[in-house]
């Protein structure tokens, strides 16, 4: 037994309740230092375009692969003018909690979120394109925190869930053990492709219910990823910082596109780690369907 | 190193800084990688009793910085004094009970990190002011245009072994090899800040942890596989990346022993030979480098220019 299988049993309690707390956020503005310029993986100076901020005309479905961006996410990004309050926004705002919009020509609409960003922290949210045309950076934007400490009846004592709405868990290609599977079963997700560790990017060593896991996947890739896909990335246990384990997996949904810098690329919210006997991937690389706008009523 | 650079185009700078404290918050403690929680020190301050050529893990410690680690005040002025200080730059204490020492910086941790003989390093702590003789920031190596040099002494590079080799690659002698599935925090950022941590060195930690990098000293020059770092970090299959192990003991998961970059270029570009010798302890010891104050700069007889 390895030190990770005894800690295992750690991972988190079952019986208790998650909890939901009202965050705001902003809608944030790109931001540049003095220079324009960001230099790719080729030693080429660009201008980075969609890193961060309202980003229109991209959404789930839609190709990691499809616009001459940087880390574009296929909405708004929201952020805090206090660090430390943002920071909490990133860490307790979970994939597929509900947001509305609470100041602008926007107000009253609804959204969810489909991931997060790590480094100062940012929160990606859907809207409706048309409301997403209507919102400007500075709006004011409530989210509806939940789903850290969330666990499943289930789910594998060893897996470890994270950064996922409870309610948005069943909608997902996340097939949950159930009696008759006996003791021991595994948990079994759907996933567009599973890429090796040493693919892992920006995000290793940093604590996954706060980051994104970039994957050093330059276009065109090993083959088609889009925006809300999940994505395995074997050897990675994204329980406590995001490392190096042989033998696990962690699985996250892909919300943001590709980059040209290096060490970036498109990025993962983890929503699943353990040790890869308890969570069983399925990928499907032609038929995968992972987190899709229709799932979570943003058409 | 036999090669032909640009060493006396360079130019010199004269950097301030600081010993900077250890830093903590009120929640003390970390975690590792089977969710123990920590409180160790490492960073920041001036760390005793680890040097160039000692073991890089096996202590009760959380990025263990051996020496001094220097930033300075000014946010923009710190950047300026990382970006441009580079490996076997000298560094000499400018106030204190230590005025006068002399030593070596071994690397970037965010922090500069300076090596100095432990009696000097003894009477140093937070506070004290240090000086830079920052120089290697846009050395190049005429007969190899592939390999990209960075935050590397040219006097340091005249001292290493290898050099340009009859077929054309770059001969380098490393002390340990690292694959591709190591790299850890620090991936994506510029090769001009911090450095790159290794996994798979938690020494006494699980098994499936373990990526045979536990035997890694401070001051290793290791061999990164598939690591193209000439414009950042990242992943890039048949490159490689020379770098020198600057700091140490890492507990937090995803971290560990890191190496500062040296060389990056395609793999083709090099000739790797496997030397246990191959450490900045064997050619820049601090012990040899103490200097009375006012005494001659021990820097000054370093070669510019290895031909």
Redesign the interface.
Known sequence: M???Q??AG??GPSALRPVAVNLLGVVEQPAFGDSPYR?????RPYVPVGDGGIVLGLQLGDSVYGLAGDHAAPGACLVHPDPASRHALASYACIGNPVRVRTGAAVGAAGVVLGQRGEAGRVIVGLGQSDLGRIRPGDEVAVRACGQGFRPPGLPADVQIMNLDPALLDRLPVQLPDEADGAGAPVTVGVRMSV???????????PAVAWDL?L?LAPPGPGELLLGDLVAVA?I?A??????????VTVGVVGHGASP????GPGITPILTGPAAALRVAADPAGHVGLTGAMVQLQ | MNVTTNAARLVRQVLAGEVWPALADRHAYR??????PFLLPGMGGVTLGVHCGDPATGYASDHLEPGASVRHRDSGANMALQFLTCVGNEVRVASGPAAGAVGHVIGQHAYVLADFAEAAAADLTAGDAVTVLALGQGLALAEHPAVVVKNLDPGLLARMPGGSRPDGRLEVHVAARV???????????VSEYANT?L??AYQG?????S?GLEGLRIGDVVALA?A?????????AGYLTIGVISTGQCM????GPGPSTLLSGPAEAFCLVDDPDANLASWLHPQAAVAEPGGERPGAAIPGRAR
């Open positions: 390895t030190a990770g005894r800690a750690r991972s230099v790719d993986r080729d030693g090796p560790s040493r693919l892992a990017g920006n995000g290793i060593g940093r970039d050093q050897d246990d329980r406590y910082n995001v490392g190096y384990r042989r033998g696990w810098l290096p060490g970036h | 975690v590792g990688p089977d969710g123990q694959p591709a599935e190591a790299i850890g925090a620090g991936a994506g950022m941590d996994m798979g930690l699980g098994e499936d942890l990526l598939d193209d770092h000439r414009y950042g970090r990242g992943y890039r937090l998961f995803g971290h």
